[in-house]
């Protein structure tokens, strides 16, 4: 198994706009083989800042999520929305 730390900063005035369509890319994800689970965090001290920490199969299984055209067009709607590049981490236990 691994986790994937997902670090996304939204533009001001747009959270509920972001709140829709990240709850939609996640449904699809929740769906995709080899997706185990995920939840999304608000940083305390920035109410714009989110963290989804989600754990998947394999990494395998990330990729081609990652890579799939579902994901594409899911994140076109979310890129307008955010004021920095996404940020992705992929770790692992030892």
Aim: hydrophobic share 35%; aromatic share 6%.
């Amino acid at each position: 198994m691994i986790r994937v730390l997902i670090d996304r900063h939204i533009a001001d005035t747009l959270e509920s706009v972001y709140e829709l369509n990240s709850r939609t890319l996640l449904q699809h994800a929740v769906a995709t083989r080899g997706f185990i689970s995920g939840e999304t965090l608000v940083d305390s001290q920035d109410p714009n800042h989110r963290l989804t920490l989600c754990n998947w199969r394999s990494t395998a299984d990330w990729d081609k999520w990652y890579h799939s055209e579902e994901r594409k067009e899911l994140m076109n709607e979310l890129v307008p929305i955010m004021d920095q590049d996404e940020k992705i981490i992929i770790l692992e236990q030892h």
